[in-house]
C-alpha cells in the first residue's frame, strides 16, 4: 500500500470541458463529506485522462507510489473510474491522507443498459429526493432512470396544453389505509404534487452529468385514471372520474378514439421537449378491456381495422403510439403486455412478469430489458413480514437479487444480444417517505450493481457481503438510512453425512455477529462470533440463529438455520424392470391453491390426463391457465453424498424424495427458487414433484447440485417406453388472459399478505 495525499486533481488536457467538468462533479461532495482538498490544478496526486482499447464506459484505475491514475474510453468511463476511487478513499482511512492499496484495475460493464426505476405516482418524491437517488445510482454505476409519472393516483408532470393534467390529476382526494381495498378505508387526508418543467430540466441535466439517462413513463391505455379525473372526454364512458384513491387495478381507461390519439401525441411532444434521451416508456400493462368490450366507439374502431379482438386492439394502439414516436426520432418501450396482440415492430419489452416475457421478444428479434418480479421488485418484502415495514408482498431477499441471471439459458448466443440489461423496480404504494424508500433500496441497488456490471463466473456472494460493511458504513456517516442485511451462511438448513460440520459465518455490515447454538434469539448479550466454529452433531441436530448487531446496537433480523446429521438413504432394491428415461405426468384441470388441493385431485382421478416428460419441468403446451400437475419416477445419482435440490416454480410445487418431503415450495407465488438437502446413496431413488398453475406466469424446474455445489450428473427415470417422445398436451385454444396488478393483487381482490399468484 501507499498513503497517498490527494492535494489535486491533474487533467492531462487542461482545455478540456468535460474533463474539468467531471473532475468538480466528482470532487465536490468527497470535499464536503471527507475533508479533502482535491482542488482541479495543473500538477496533483490524482491524474485524469482519456485512454483508448478499454470499450464503452470502460476505465483503468492505477494506484501506485506515483499517485492516482483515472483514465477512460469516453467520459462515463472516467466518471466510473473515479467513483471506483471514492470508494477506496472511503475505505481508506481518516483525514487528509488516505491510505489505498496499490493496484491496476482494467474494468468494463457487461451491459450498457443497467437500470433503477422510480414510481412516484403513487407516492410522489421531490426534485431534491429524486437527485439524491440519482446520486446513489450514480455512485454504483447505473446509468438508466426509469422515472414513473403517470399513474391512477397521481399525473406528475406539468403539461403546458393540458393545464388540468396537474391542476387536477396530480391530486388525489385521501389514500388507501393498508392493502384491503374491500372494504376500502381512506385515510381522509388529500395528497399530491407534481414537476414543473423547470424541476424536470433541472433533474434531466443532474442526470446526465452523472451520465444517466432518464426514460420517462407516461402510461397508455392504462393506469389512466389520473387523466380521465382531469379530462373525462378520453374515456369510453365520458365519466364524471376522481383520482384514484385506492392501489390496483382501474377498468376505466383511455378509449382508442382519435380525441384521445391527439391528447396524447400532444403530450408526448411536450415529454420529448422536457427529455433528450431515445427512450419514451408508455407502460401498456393492466389495461382491462371491459370499457372497450361494451363501447361501440371501439367495436367500429376493431371493425374497421379487422382486428381479431380488444387485446389486438390494445396492440393497434400501441403500434400507432410507436409510429408517432419513431417519426420524431424516439423509440418505444412497454411492459411485457404489449406482445399480446402483436408487437410494435421497434418496440422494447420490459419483461416484468417472470423471463418468457423477454425470451419471446428477443427470439423475435426485438430487445429486451429483464426486470422480473421474481427478483426485480423492490418494493418486495426483505425478510419476516411480521417484522418488516408493510410491502405489497411477495420476497425478495438481497442473496436473490445478487443470484439473478439477465440473460437466460434457453437463448441462442445471436438472441442474447437482445437482451439490453437488468432493471430494479421500486413501487410505491406503501413507501410513503424517502426514509423508507431508502429503506426499500438499500442495501438491494448495490446488488443490482454487480449483476449489471460484473461477468457471472467474477460474482461471489460471500465476497459481495465482506465488501458490504464499507459501503454501510458510508450510509451510516451520510445518515442513509438501509435494511441492516442478515448473517450471511445461514440461508437454509443443511444436513451432512458427518458428527462435526464447520460453521462459517460472514457479517455483511459493520458491527458484530451475536448468535446461539438451541435456535432462541440472540442479543447483544449473547455469544459473538469470532471465526469458523465447529458443530458437534453427534448428540442431535444443532440450530443456529444469528443477527448482526450494529455499533450503535441496533440490530438486524434473526436468521436461523437447522444442521444435522443424516445417515443416507437407502436405494430402491429391487431396481424395476423396464425403465426409460423421463418422467411420468399425470394433469388435472381446475384451480389449486395449494399442492394438497392438486394431490387430492389426482387421486380422485376424475379428469386426469397423462403424458411423459424428460425430467422436472413442465410438459409441452400446458392447455389451461389453472391446471395441477403430478411428475414421478425416480433418480438415478452417481455416489453416495449430500445432494442439494433447488426447486423453481410459479406458483406452488413440492419435492418428495424416497416418500420425505425435501423442498416445499408450496403456495400461490411469482417464479422463485427454494433448496433443500437429502442424503442419498449411490442408485436409483423414487421422486415425486406437486405442482400448480393458478394463472399468469409458469415455471417449473428443479437443479440437482452435489455437495460441491457442481450440477450432478444424475438422471431421471421411470417405467415406459423409450425413444419415444410423448405427444404434448392437447391444447384448450386461446387460454383466457389473467390480469395482473403488479402493485396491488389481481383485479379488485387485495393481495395476501405473501403475495398473490404470479408478481405479488
Not at 429 to 452: G, I, K
Not at 549 to 561: H, K, S, T, Y
Amino acid at each position: 500500500t501507499e498513503a497517498v495525499s490527494a492535494t489535486g486533481i491533474a487533467l492531462a488536457d487542461t482545455a478540456s470541458v468535460e474533463l474539468r467538468r467531471l473532475a468538480e462533479v466528482w470532487a465536490e461532495p468527497l470535499r464536503r463529506a471527507l475533508g479533502l482538498r482535491l482542488p482541479v490544478a495543473d500538477t496533483g496526486s490524482i491524474r485524469v485522462g482519456y485512454v483508448g482499447g478499454l470499450g464503452a464506459e470502460g476505465y483503468r484505475l492505477h494506484v501506485g507510489s506515483a499517485g492516482v491514475t483515472v483514465a477512460g474510453a469516453d467520459g462515463a468511463g472516467i466518471f466510473y473510474g473515479l467513483r471506483s476511487l471514492e470508494a477506496l478513499l472511503w475505505a481508506g482511512g481518516e483525514g487528509a491522507v488516505r491510505v489505498l492499496p496499490a493496484l491496476d484495475i482494467r474494468d468494463v460493464p457487461r451491459f450498457g443498459y443497467r437500470g433503477m426505476h422510480l414510481d412516484v405516482g403513487r407516492h410522489f418524491f421531490g426534485p431534491d429526493a429524486v437527485k439524491r437517488y440519482l446520486d446513489l445510482m450514480a455512485r454504483y454505476k447505473l446509468n438508466r432512470f426509469h422515472w414513473h409519472l403517470t399513474e391512477d393516483q397521481g399525473w406528475r408532470i406539468r403539461i403546458d396544453r393540458y393545464p388540468k393534467l396537474t391542476d387536477v390529476g396530480a391530486f388525489r382526494k385521501e389514500t388507501q389505509v393498508g392493502k384491503q381495498r374491500d372494504p376500502y378505508v381512506g385515510d381522509g387526508v388529500p395528497y399530491g404534487g407534481f414537476y414543473t418543467k423547470e424541476e424536470i430540466r433541472e433533474i434531466v441535466a443532474y442526470a446526465a452529468e452523472r451520465f444517466i439517462t432518464v426514460i420517462p413513463e407516461i402510461e397508455m391505455p392504462g393506469h389512466s385514471l389520473a387523466a380521465l379525473a382531469a379530462y373525462p372526454e378520453l374515456s369510453c364512458t365520458g365519466g364524471p372520474f376522481e383520482v384514484g384513491t385506492r392501489w390496483g387495478v382501474e377498468e376505466d381507461i383511455y378509449c382508442p378514439s382519435e380525441a384521445t390519439f391527439e391528447f396524447l401525441q400532444n403530450v408526448l411532444l411536450e415529454v420529448m421537449e422536457l427529455f433528450p434521451g431515445p427512450y419514451i416508456h408508455i407502460g401498456g400493462d393492466e389495461a382491462p378491456k371491459t370499457r372497450w368490450r361494451e363501447s361501440p366507439l371501439a367495436q367500429e374502431v376493431i371493425r374497421r381495422e379487422g382486428l381479431a379482438d380488444e387485446h389486438e386492439l390494445q396492440s393497434w394502439f400501441i403500434r400507432r403510439i410507436e409510429t408517432f414516436l419513431n417519426r420524431h426520432g424516439r423509440r418505444l418501450i412497454g411492459w411485457d403486455e404489449i406482445l399480446e396482440g402483436g408487437l410494435a415492430p421497434n418496440a422494447t419489452v420490459m419483461s416484468w412478469r417472470g423471463i418468457q416475457g423477454g425470451i419471446e421478444a428477443a427470439r423475435q428479434g426485438h430487445d429486451v430489458i429483464m426486470t422480473p418480479t421474481s427478483h426485480m421488485y423492490f418494493d418486495y418484502y426483505q425478510g419476516d413480514p411480521d417484522k418488516e415495514p408493510l410491502a405489497i408482498g411477495g420476497m425478495l431477499p438481497l442473496e436473490r437479487v445478487y443470484a439473478f441471471e439477465p440473460v437466460p439459458e434457453e437463448l441462442t448466443a445471436e438472441e442474447a444480444r437482445h437482451i439490453l440489461g437488468p432493471q430494479a423496480n421500486l413501487w410505491t404504494e406503501y413507501v410513503p417517505t424517502e426514509a423508507h424508500l431508502q429503506y426499500m433500496l438499500l442495501p438491494r441497488m448495490l446488488a443490482l450493481s454487480e449483476v449489471a456490471w460484473t461477468p457471472p463466473e467474477l460474482k461471489s456472494f460471500a465476497h459481495f457481503a465482506r465488501r458490504l460493511p464499507t459501503h454501510l458504513a458510508r450510509f451510516d456517516a451520510e445518515g442513509v438510512r438501509y435494511r441492516i442485511p442478515d448473517v450471511v451462511g445461514l440461508e437454509r438448513d443443511r444436513l451432512v453425512v458427518e458428527d462435526h460440520v464447520r460453521l462459517e459465518l460472514t457479517a455483511p455490515a459493520p458491527g458484530e455477529i451475536r448468535y446461539t447454538l438451541d435456535g432462541s434469539e440472540p442479543g447483544p448479550g449473547s455469544r459473538r462470533y469470532r471465526g469458523p466454529a465447529e458443530l458437534d452433531l453427534a448428540q442431535g441436530p444443532v440450530t443456529v440463529a444469528a443477527r448482526m448487531v450494529l455499533p450503535d446496537g441496533q440490530m438486524g433480523a434473526v436468521r436461523r438455520a437447522r444442521f444435522a446429521r443424516a445417515p443416507l438413504r437407502p436405494t430402491v432394491a429391487p431396481e424395476p424392470a423396464g425403465l426409460a428415461p423421463g418422467l411420468e405426468a399425470v394433469w388435472v384441470e381446475g384451480s389449486f391453491r395449494s399442492v394438497a388441493e392438486v394431490e387430492a385431485a389426482l387421486e380422485a382421478g376424475i379428469g386426469a390426463r397423462r403424458t411423459r416428460t424428460a425430467g422436472i419441468l413442465l410438459p409441452e403446451g400446458p392447455p389451461q391457465e389453472r391446471f395441477g400437475l403430478r411428475l414421478s419416477g425416480y433418480l438415478r445419482v452417481p455416489e453416495d453424498g449430500i445432494y442439494t435440490f433447488r426447486l423453481t416454480s410459479d406458483d406452488g410445487a413440492l419435492l418428495r424424495i424416497d416418500g420425505e418431503t425435501v423442498v416445499d415450495h408450496d403456495g400461490l407465488h411469482a417464479a422463485s427458487a427454494r433448496e433443500g438437502d437429502a442424503a442419498l446413496a449411490a442408485g436409483l431413488h423414487r421422486v415425486e414433484v406437486l405442482y400448480f398453475q393458478a394463472g399468469g406466469g409458469r415455471a417449473l424446474s428443479l437443479r440437482v447440485l452435489d455437495a460441491a455445489g457442481a450440477a450432478s450428473p444424475s438422471t431421471w427415470v421411470a417405467p415406459g417406453s423409450s425413444g419415444v417422445r410423448p405427444p404434448p398436451l392437447p391444447s384448450a385454444g386461446d387460454p383466457p388472459r389473467r390480469r395482473w396488478d403488479r402493485r396491488g393483487g389481481t383485479g379488485a381482490t387485495p393481495p395476501c399478505a405473501g403475495g398473490g399468484s404470479g408478481p405479488p
